[in-house]
């Protein structure tokens, strides 16, 4: 069955950088996009970018251009995001989903999440 | 770019009760672009509906609804599970937005 597993919560000063992974099985890795979505306590989600397995195309969300990076593993299946320059605001539950094919953006599958909590 | 608002933020019901959520778009969307979710406290987000198909697994007691700008999910009978927060998505393109979701709790 398909499976999305992330990183461990992190804890990040201001200002700081934080990567997080999300390992994927279950699937043909190279056939589907995966996205990453976070959410803020009290906010909706928000979608961050997508990177395309196959080749490592990304497209990110312009509130997250200049700080933001996802890139894949093929050999291990595993996507991961970096997030620079942290801010109080970054504060959420972010979550790693995959693609439904040729509905791109259609989240068939999520991982659990991870937390990252930035404070000084 | 389009934004999602749902309401209500929180639905106060007991199980048995039937449930409708809004989903309202603020400009017209297809219909068949619209997705549900149901996330549950410390687990995966869980693909629900997408236009009017239920994804593998969903029981028929959930459906959707609407057009335009306006649409529903419905929750026939409220069970247990259920009682959960609910988020609408557009999945038409890049950046595809969310509603800020609606909280099913018990009454």
């Known amino acids: 069955q398909v499976q999305l597993v992330q990183s461990g919560a992190e804890v990040k000063r201001p200002g700081a950088s934080v990567r997080l992974s999300c390992k994927t099985s279950g699937y043909t890795f190279a056939n589907y996009f995966l996205h990453w979505v976070r959410q803020a306590p009290g906010q909706g989600p928000e979608w961050m970018g997508m990177i395309d397995p196959s080749d490592a195309t990304t497209t990110y969300a312009q509130n997250f251009e200049g700080r933001v990076s996802m890139t894949r593993d093929t050999s291990t299946a595993t996507v991961s995001l970096e997030l620079s320059s942290l801010k109080s605001e970054d504060t959420a539950l972010y979550h790693c989903?995959?693609?439904?094919?040729?509905?791109?953006?259609?989240?068939?599958?999520w991982g659990q999440g991870t937390l990252v909590t930035v404070s000084s | 770019e389009i934004v999602l608002t749902q309401s209500p933020g929180t639905l106060s019901l007991s199980p048995g009760d039937r449930a409708t959520l809004s989903c309202r778009a603020s400009?017209?969307?297809?219909?068949?672009?619209l997705a549900w979710y149901q996330h549950r406290p410390g687990q995966a987000p869980r693909l629900l509906i997408y236009?009017?198909s239920r994804a593998a697994g969903v029981p028929d007691r959930f459906s959707s609804g609407g057009s335009g700008t306006d649409f529903t999910l419905t929750i026939s009978r409220l069970e247990a599970e259920d009682f959960s927060t609910y988020f609408c998505?557009?999945?038409?393109?890049?950046?595809?937005?969310f509603g800020g979701g609606t909280k099913v709790e018990i009454k």
């Open positions: 400009q017209t969307v297809g219909s068949g672009f």
């Open positions: 236009g009017a």
């Open positions: 989903a995959r693609g439904g094919g040729t509905a791109q953006f259609l989240l068939v599958y």
């Open positions: 998505q557009l999945f038409r393109g890049a950046p595809p937005p």
